[in-house]
Every structure is written in C-alpha cells, then in structure tokens.
C-alpha cells in the first residue's frame, strides 16, 4: 500500500562524515566549496585555540578534541 512521499533524512554533501584517513586542507577546501564561502575563510583548531597543520588526518582532529 502506497503512503505518500517519504521524508528526506540528511542526505547530500552537508550531511556526510569526513573520512578519518583525509587531510585537513582537503576538508577545509571542500568545507569552503559546499557552502560557497571564499578560499581561506575555513579553520580548523586544537582545542587550544590553534590552528592545526593542513596535511593532519581528521582523526588526528577527532582524537585531540575528544581527549
């Protein structure tokens, strides 16, 4: 029996999760693409508040901010 149109979940770009084995600076360029912001504009930091090294893998990110 048919119900209707379905509810769309999070689906497209702006939902996915960053591959743990990708850079930074791939994150960060594809972060500006997506949301049509200006090159440079995306920073990604320690919790310390610095700004991390562009070829550091996401998990590296993950780990420091989950520690």
Do not use: C
């Not at 995306?42 to 310390?48: F, N, S, T």
């Amino acid at each position: 029996m048919y119900e209707g149109p379905t509810q769309r979940t999070q689906s497209g770009v702006r939902f996915r999760k960053a591959r743990s084995d990708s850079t930074l600076g791939t994150l960060q360029s594809v972060i500006e693409r997506v949301f049509g912001l200006p090159e440079g504009s995306v920073r990604i930091v320690r919790p310390d508040g610095r700004k991390m090294r562009s070829d550091a893998l996401v998990r590296s990110v993950r780990k420091r901010w989950d520690a």
